[in-house]
C-alpha cells in the first residue's frame, strides 16, 4: 500500500517542524512551508495526498489557500489544524473544501486518525468543536455567506494583504499584478461590502478572520 504524502503549513517554524517530526513515522512529509502563497504553489508542484494547514497564516490564509488548492487539485484531502474552536470557523472550513478539522490542543494519534480517515474518503471533525460533524457538513453545504459571496478569489487576496499593513505597491508585487490593479480590486471590494474607508475593509478582514 502506497504511503500517504503530505505537505503542512503553519506560520509558526516550531509547530511545523514538531508536526513533521510526528508524522515522519507514519507518512511520507513532502514538504512544511509557513505561509497560505507557498502551501499553494507546493501543492500544485508536488501533488500531496493530504495537506495540514493553519487557519492564520500570512499572505493567504488556510480557508482561501484551501479553496484554491481544491479548485486546481480536487483530489487532494485538506485538514485544518487550528486554535479556532468556534462551530462557524468549521463550517467555513468545510464550505472551502476542508474534509478535516483539528484543533491544536489535539494529540499526535488523533492527527494520525484524521490524515488515515480523509485519505479513506471520510470526514473527520475534532469532538472539542461544540457541534456534530453532520450538521456542521449541511451547513457547509448549504452555501456560502452573502458578503463573502460577493468578493472575487483575487479582491479576498488584496483584502488579507490589506489588512497585513501591505501597501498596495506591495500587494501588487506580490501577487503579480499593477499598482492600479491593486487598486482598482481595493475600490471594486468597498462597494460590494457597502464600506467607505480602507478601515472598515480591514474591520470586515478581522471579522472573517482572514488575518489573526
Given at each position: 500500500?502506497?504511503?500517504?504524502?503530505?505537505?503542512?503549513?503553519?506560520?509558526?517554524?516550531?509547530?511545523?517542524?514538531?508536526?513533521?517530526?510526528?508524522?515522519?513515522?507514519?507518512?511520507?512529509?513532502?514538504?512544511?512551508?509557513?505561509?497560505?502563497?507557498?502551501?499553494?504553489?507546493?501543492?500544485?508542484?508536488?501533488?500531496?495526498?493530504?495537506?495540514?494547514t493553519d487557519i492564520s497564516m500570512p499572505l493567504l490564509n488556510g480557508?482561501?489557500?484551501?479553496?484554491?488548492?481544491?479548485?486546481?487539485?480536487?483530489?487532494?484531502?485538506?485538514?485544518?489544524?487550528?486554535?479556532?474552536?468556534?462551530?462557524?470557523?468549521?463550517?467555513?472550513?468545510?464550505?472551502?473544501?476542508?474534509?478535516?478539522?483539528?484543533?491544536?490542543?489535539?494529540?499526535?494519534?488523533?492527527?494520525?486518525?484524521?490524515?488515515?480517515?480523509v485519505t479513506h474518503g471520510r470526514a473527520y471533525l475534532s469532538p472539542?468543536?461544540?457541534?456534530?460533524?453532520?450538521?456542521?457538513?449541511?451547513?457547509?453545504?448549504?452555501?456560502?455567506?452573502?458578503?463573502?459571496?460577493?468578493?472575487?478569489?483575487?479582491?479576498?487576496?488584496?483584502?488579507?494583504?490589506?489588512?497585513?499593513?501591505?501597501?498596495?505597491?506591495?500587494?501588487?508585487?506580490?501577487?503579480?499584478?499593477?499598482?492600479?490593479?491593486?487598486?482598482?480590486?481595493?475600490?471594486?471590494?468597498?462597494?460590494?461590502?457597502?464600506?467607505?474607508?480602507?478601515?472598515?475593509?480591514?474591520?470586515?478582514?478581522?471579522?472573517?478572520?482572514?488575518?489573526?
Amino acid at each position: 500500500m502506497a504511503v500517504t504524502r503530505v505537505i503542512l503549513a503553519d506560520d509558526h517554524t516550531i509547530v511545523v517542524e514538531g508536526l513533521a517530526g510526528l508524522l515522519k513515522p507514519h507518512f511520507k512529509v513532502l514538504r512544511t512551508v509557513g505561509d497560505g502563497r507557498a502551501l499553494v504553489a507546493a501543492a500544485v508542484e508536488l501533488r500531496p495526498d493530504v495537506v495540514v494547514t493553519d487557519i492564520s497564516m500570512p499572505l493567504l490564509n488556510g480557508l482561501e489557500a484551501t479553496r484554491q488548492i481544491k479548485s486546481r487539485l480536487p483530489r487532494v484531502k485538506v485538514i485544518v489544524l487550528t486554535v479556532h474552536a468556534e462551530p462557524e470557523m468549521a463550517v467555513q472550513a468545510f464550505r472551502a473544501g476542508a474534509a478535516g478539522y483539528l484543533l491544536k490542543v489535539c494529540s499526535a494519534d488523533e492527527l494520525i486518525l484524521a490524515i488515515e480517515q480523509v485519505t479513506h474518503g471520510r470526514a473527520y471533525l475534532s469532538p472539542l468543536v461544540d457541534r456534530d460533524l453532520i450538521s456542521i457538513l449541511i451547513e457547509a453545504r448549504a452555501g456560502s455567506p452573502v458578503q463573502e459571496s460577493k468578493l472575487t478569489t483575487r479582491q479576498r487576496e488584496v483584502l488579507q494583504l490589506i489588512a497585513e499593513g501591505k501597501t498596495m505597491k506591495e500587494v501588487a508585487s506580490i501577487l503579480h499584478i499593477s499598482p492600479r490593479t491593486a487598486e482598482s480590486h481595493k475600490y471594486e471590494m468597498m462597494e460590494a461590502l457597502g464600506v467607505q474607508t480602507t478601515a472598515a475593509l480591514i474591520q470586515y478582514a478581522l471579522h472573517a478572520k482572514m488575518v489573526a
